[in-house]
């Protein structure tokens, strides 16, 4: 069965400074992973996703995310932190089967601070 | 930018009495789902549906749930007889064919069962 780890409750940075919010996976065969944000109150919001190719791979708002196959990690990061970053981040494995449900993680609470 | 939009936004109801949950996937998307997440927890997946026919679904899907496409657009959820713990947001997805695609989600209807 597939799972996904995180292992941050809640991650704090100041604005301007490198954020990293982290994801650890676990699945038979090669994964699809995934990243969302959440905002209060709202759905989730696609940032980006690693399917095969470059470990690092870029998204929406300035995030990127490093895959790293021997340590099983997908960990979220941007370079510099912005207050409107604020939100719930789920890292999110896919299963291959044509179904292709999702696994999400149990979500990271990013605060950054002015 | 198309997007998925369920409706209603916030339902509240008795407990045993029945709910429907309406979605509206993006046009072109093939693969449907539901998940649910209980306020500060983690996104649970329900079911997937392709093809006129539930593709998996979790041990959370019981004999109380079920899931219809009515009509070329719609997609709903159906409790039949809702309990309190039934009380959660409930997310509804559409992705388009193909391995690599993501999945884009609506904003979510909290339903509370009182």
């Known amino acids: 069965a597939q799972s996904v780890a995180q292992p941050e409750d809640q991650v704090n940075v100041a604005e301007g400074n490198p954020l990293t919010v982290k994801c650890t996976y676990s699945?038979?065969?090669?994964?699809?992973l995934f990243w969302y944000v959440q905002y209060p109150n709202r759905g989730l919001q696609f940032l980006l996703k690693y399917i095969t190719g470059d470990n690092l791979v870029k998204g929406s708002y300035g995030f990127e995310a490093e895959f790293n196959k021997s340590q099983t990690s997908f960990h979220l990061k941007k370079p510099s932190a912005l207050v409107s970053d604020s939100a719930l981040y789920f890292c999110?494995?896919?299963?291959?089967?044509?179904?292709?449900?999702?696994?999400f993680g149990d979500g990271t609470t990013l605060t950054v601070k002015p | 930018e198309p997007e998925v939009t369920q409706t209603p936004s916030h339902q509240v109801t008795q407990m045993g009495q029945e709910v429907i949950l309406r979605c509206v996937p993006i046009s072109n998307h093939l693969y449907f789902y539901w998940y649910r997440q209980i306020l500060g927890q983690k996104v649970e997946f329900l079911v997937s549906?392709?093809?006129?026919?539930?593709?998996?679904k979790s041990e959370i899907f019981d004999d109380q749930f079920s899931v219809e496409r009515p009509d070329g657009s719609n997609f709903t959820l159906k409790i039949r007889s809702t309990k309190l713990e039934d009380s959660a947001m409930y997310f509804c997805?559409?992705?388009?064919?193909?391995?690599?695609?993501?999945?884009?989600f609506g904003q979510g209807t909290r339903l509370t069962v009182v």
């Open positions: 699945v038979s065969g090669n994964p699809y």
């Open positions: 997805a559409s992705r388009k064919t193909g391995q690599y695609t993501e999945a884009f």
């Open positions: 549906f392709y093809n006129n026919e539930i593709s998996e």
């Open positions: 999110a494995v896919r299963d291959r089967t044509n179904a292709g449900k999702s696994t």
